[in-house]
Structure formats: C-alpha cells, structure tokens
C-alpha cells in the first residue's frame, strides 16, 4: 500500500549530556529511541516523559518541547517521516511517546546496533542515508519503524479504529495530484476538480480528514522537500526557493524561519541530533 511508506531522515548513535538540553520550538519528525546507558526526561504536550535505558521509544517530535538530561544517555535513534497523509494521520492520533519494555519481545527482534551503519557522521551537518550502504540495511530498518507503528496501532485500537480509510481514498487522487505538482501554484477549484468535488466542500472535508488545509499541506510539502535540499545538496538559497516554487528568496527565507526558527542557512549549519 503506497499510503504506508515512510521516509528515513537521518539517525545514528549519540552521547547525550547536559549539553544536550534545550527547549524545543518544533522538531518536524517522528523518532525512535534506542537507549542503552542513562536517561533522559522529554516534555511533550506539556507532560514529562522518562526515557530510561533498554526500553525502545517512539517520539512526536512534533509535539516536543523540552529535552532535559540530567547527566548523561547513550542512544541509538532515527528520525522518519510518513510518505502520506494518512499515515501522519495516524501517528498524530497516537500518544505522543509509546514504550516498549526491554522485556517485550518486539525489542528483542530488532538489531538496532546496525542504524548507525546507514548513515553519515551523526556530529555533522550533513546526516543522510549513504549511498554506499547495502541494499538490505535500509529495507531492513524500514521494516522495523513499520512493525514498531504496527504495534503501536495493534495496542490503541481504540484511537485509530474510527480513522476512515475510505474518505482517504475518496480524496487520493487530490492528494496525488499535489504530492506531483507542490512546487507550482494550485488552486483550490484545481485540486477539487481531480475528486470531482465542490472546491468548498473539498475543503472541509479535507480539512475534516487531515487537520490541514490543501495549501498548508502544499506548504508542508515544499518545506519538508527544502530540508532534505539544504541537508542532502549543494544548492543555493535561492536555487531552492525558485525550484520549490516560492516567488523569491526572501519570502522562502522568511516562512522556513518561522516554521523552524532558523533560517535556510542556519538549518544546512545545523548538527542533526536525537
């Protein structure tokens, strides 16, 4: 099912100390927590999470806002995201932090010394699945995130049972048609148009199913495409900001600066950590 997919963004294997600390303003990613010495205390919607060794944890980034180590956490970790709406979905339905105890048997299954096998130097700003890697690695912790969601999904019935599938498909081709053409102008009555729909039901019902709307989901698209740029390329500012479609470089600079505190340069400077 192609609505099930979920991109790796970075991951790797971190010491963790009280340098670590720091208020969050928004970390756009889900993540999973492997620690194996110390711990950590994560707050997310306002409650404190303790993130201690030998449990495996999956984390809304989110929704976090604060990270707190009081002395120190060793952690193997990846940060991801879903391919799909429906998929994001999903995972905003679930708590914000899910535990699995070392002594269940998901954890017992996953190999996950082989995450920092994937990947660039964690310590630099360039963080990224190597090329070089083999082929069955990241097949292989693909599968596991999915398993870990499965589970997760299994354990909380009760808050994603009610999650329709079938508007989803009703809505698909709209969907599709912006995941293709993000980086240039839509309008509303076009993306309607590919489900048939009144541009003002459209809307709603959009709306209604993703907590979004199609152009904020279209500004979704665009920024998270413009971090894996300015993570994975070469390119300029501004090379970026006309290739994604925004009308200048400025305007770019200025909507990435408020939806991540930083601007496009201090982003691509930035070190990727847990």
């Known amino acids: ?7 790796i963004i970075s991951g790797g294997f971190n010491n963790c100390s009280p340098k670590w600390n720091s208020k969050v303003t928004k970390d756009n990613c889900y993540k999973i927590y492997f620690p194996v010495h110390g711990k950590v205390n994560l707050m997310l919607d306002d409650d404190i999470y303790n993130i201690i060794e030998g ?3 999956f984390i809304n980034g989110y929704k976090l806002q604060e990270q707190i180590c009081p002395e120190y956490m060793d ?7 879903p391919s799909s709406l429906f998929l994001n979905k999903i995972l905003d339905y679930l ?5 699995w105890e070392k002594s269940s048997k998901i954890v017992d299954t996953i ?9 660039d130097n964690p310590r630099s700003a360039r963080n990224n699945v190597l090329d070089t890697a083999p082929l069955s690695l990241p097949i292989y912790i693909n599968s596991f995130i999915l398993l870990l969601i499965s589970d997760m999904m299994e354990n909380q019935k009760e808050l994603v049972d009610n999650i329709s599938y079938v508007e989803y498909e009703k809505l698909k081709p709209s969907i ?9 102008t839509l309008t509303l009555e076009e993306i309607a148009g590919k489900v048939y729909l009144n541009p003002i039901y459209f809307l709603r019902l959009f709306k209604k199913n993703f907590n979004i709307t199609p152009q904020q989901y279209i500004m979704k698209k665009r920024l998270d495409e413009a971090c894996s740029l300015l993570r994975e390329t070469e390119l300029t500012i501004n090379d970026i900001a006309n290739k994604l479609g925004f009308c200048n470089q400025f305007y770019f600079s200025k909507i990435f600066k408020r939806n991540f505190n930083k601007t496009p340069s201090q982003y691509r400077k930035l070190i990727i950590l847990p």
Do not use: A, G, Q, T
């Open 1 to 7: 099912m192609d609505n099930l997919k979920i991109k």
């Open 55 to 57: 449990n495996v944890y």
């Open 75 to 81: 952690v193997y970790w990846i940060h991801f995201l």
């Open 95 to 99: 708590p914000p932090v899910y535990c």
């Open 111 to 119: 190999n996950y010394k082989s995450i920092p096998e994937l990947f």
């Open 176 to 184: 599709d048609f912006i995941n293709n053409n993000y980086d240039r």
